[in-house]
């Protein structure tokens, strides 16, 4: 898509789009101008699926103080050597032929086993979790609405499946508490309130919902790039302290997430267009990340790239809650990779799928 967006910034950098009737923003100035005023945009969507990410002032800082100290830099730092091991214990079996599906047998588990661990999940429940996480955030088998339909029956299912599990889960950790966040959720107050099931089962949703695809897409987005270019993979070994700075620069010039939606509060003036209070405003971050004003040579993989104020896990307010954990999860899955294969290359003639979805960016498998 990043060729589109460059004609955009150039010509319509704040255009109304009469067939998804919404506005789109194009430019890194205007696309932090909304993420940063959210009196102005605001996150609240679609009420159904209340939580942090679709909450404003005041309620936002609320739920997102609950959470906040397990996902500190250095809450999660702590995490290093676990990670290390599941990372470890996925590639173990690949070595000796030397080959490994990312995305399916590395990228999808990963992620899925850590955020596991971190809600409370019990070892034993690994696998059921990983399936139910599957779905959670499954696409549809093709585009009929059949298809769609019988997706959102499954996911309705699935739902229902994972909230009575973690019910479940609440219920001995009120008995006798445990070092995770369903704990900290149980002992939590808002206000002198503790939250209801309801609300500390939607929390443990979000994080899978917001932390999972996102960062399979993370690494597969990298291991891609170190594929196309195996200099960098001889640099990063060299260099191993620049492999922090290009997970950075992968969630500059790939970034998982594409577009960041917004619903405008009041009128306002933008890119000398009018935006009315109620329009939908979806917010570039693919074609800010590549905004030549913002970024010299922003079309070149720089993995040393300094300063690099990319807006992959967004800006403002709700940056990204999980962006210490999947920086640690994609420095930790680099620097396995580069220590046990002397290259790494995509198999020949595997054809790079993009997920279908204009919000996200990655593909499917390789
Ligand atoms: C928010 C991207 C990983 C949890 C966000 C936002 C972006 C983002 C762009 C801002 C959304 C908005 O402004 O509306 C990513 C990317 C990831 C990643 C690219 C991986 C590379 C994670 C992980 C977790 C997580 C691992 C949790 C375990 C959240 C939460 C929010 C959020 C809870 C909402 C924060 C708030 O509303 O204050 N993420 N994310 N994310 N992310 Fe992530």
């Not at 967006?5 to 919404?22: A, F, G, I, L, S």
């Not at 923003?25 to 009196?39: A, C, G």
């Not at 470890?88 to 590395?106: C, E, F, N, R, S």
């Not at 399936?131 to 093709?142: F, L, M, P």
Request: proline share 6%.
């Amino acid at each position: 898509p990043f060729n589109v967006y460059d004609e955009m910034r150039e010509q319509t950098p704040v255009r109304y789009d009469e067939n998804r009737k919404c506005w789109d923003i194009f430019r890194y100035e205007d696309v932090q101008y909304v993420l940063k005023n959210p009196k102005l945009f605001s996150s609240q969507r679609n009420r159904a699926n209340e939580s942090m990410l679709t909450t404003d002032p005041p309620k936002h800082k609320q739920l997102r103080d609950l959470v906040n100290q397990a996902f500190t830099p250095r809450a999660i730092e702590a995490l290093a050597p676990r990670i290390q091991e599941i990372a470890d214990d996925l590639l173990a079996p690949h070595l000796a032929t030397g080959q490994i599906q990312m995305v399916h047998d590395l990228a999808t588990p990963l992620p899925v086993i850590v955020i596991a661990e971190l809600i409370g999940v019990p070892s034993s429940d690994r696998e059921r979790f990983k399936e139910w996480s599957d779905i959670q955030v499954k696409g549809a088998k093709n585009d009929s609405d059949e298809a769609f339909q019988e997706l959102m029956v499954e996911k309705a299912k699935n739902h229902e499946e994972l909230s009575s599990y973690f019910m479940n889960i609440m219920e001995q950790r009120r008995v006798l508490p445990e070092d995770d966040l369903i704990s900290l959720l149980l002992a939590a107050e808002i206000d002198g309130q503790k939250l209801t099931d309801k609300e500390i089962v939607g929390f443990c949703i979000l994080l899978l919902a917001a932390g999972n695809e996102t960062t399979t897409n993370l690494i597969t987005n990298a291991v891609r790039i170190l594929a196309e270019q195996p200099q960098l993979q001889q640099q990063l070994r060299e260099h191993p302290e620049m492999i922090q700075t290009a997970v950075e620069e992968t969630l500059r010039y790939y970034p998982p997430i594409v577009a960041i939606g917004r619903v405008a509060k009041e009128t306002v003036e933008l890119g000398g267009q009018t935006i009315q209070a109620g329009d939908q405003v979806i917010s570039w971050v693919g074609s800010a990340n590549r905004d030549e004003q913002k970024f010299a040579n922003a079309d070149s993989f720089i993995p040393d790239r300094k300063p690099n104020q990319h807006m992959g896990f967004g800006f403002g307010i709700h940056f990204c809650l999980g962006a210490p954990l999947a920086r640690l999860e994609g420095r930790v899955v680099l620097q396995t990779l580069l220590s046990h294969m002397d290259q790494i290359q995509l198999v020949p003639n595997t054809p790079l799928q993009p997920i279908q979805s204009a919000f996200v960016f990655g593909v499917k498998e390789y």
